[in-house]
């Protein structure tokens, strides 16, 4: 029974914009028609109030004070949450035959050292991250909106 409560709260909480409006009609109908066909489209626009843009684009992930102009300033913040490249290096490297950058073959290495031998079966590029079902995610910031006396006073699209 846990689960499927645990279940209903993530399904539950997906947020759109149309389940924002149905839920708080006192603050859709509050917006004027232009503002509330904006709003419909997921857009904003400068001096729209907090709760319009709230509606339009929902609860930023983060938010930020600053000043503009000798005025305070708060700034939203909104991330996605995207796969990552993998390693800094560009991996995997392929074309080198089995065992080596993930080619998944075998590879034996004898070694001496200090008067010892060392034998090593495996692959020694073996990465156990790379190999994972789970791909390794980076949040990256793609659109902000600064409001000053509750107001919007500018918004970026980030480029990726």
């Not at 689960?3 to 839920?23: F, K």
């Not at 034996?108 to 692959?123: A, L, Y």
Request: glycine content about 14%; overall charge neutral.
């Amino acid at each position: 029974m846990a689960a499927v409560s645990a279940g209903a709260l993530i399904l539950g909480g997906c947020e759109t914009t149309e389940n924002r409006i149905s839920e708080h009609p006192d603050i859709f109908n509050s917006l004027s028609p232009s503002e509330q066909a904006l709003v419909r489209g997921g857009q904003i626009r400068s001096g729209m109030s907090m709760n319009a843009v709230w509606l339009a684009w929902g609860s930023p992930e983060q938010k930020t004070h600053g000043e503009m102009r000798g005025k305070p300033t708060e700034t939203w913040i909104y991330v996605q949450t995207r796969s990552a490249p993998y390693g800094a290096y560009g991996y995997p490297y392929y074309g080198y035959g089995p065992g080596f950058y993930g080619g998944g073959g075998v590879a034996v290495v004898r070694t001496h050292h200090h008067g010892r031998s060392f034998v090593f079966f495996g692959d020694p590029f073996y990465d156990p991250f790379y190999y994972s079902y789970i791909p390794p995610t980076i949040s990256i910031p793609y659109k902000t909106a600064t409001f000053v006396n509750g107001r919007l006073v500018s918004w970026q699209y980030l480029t990726q």
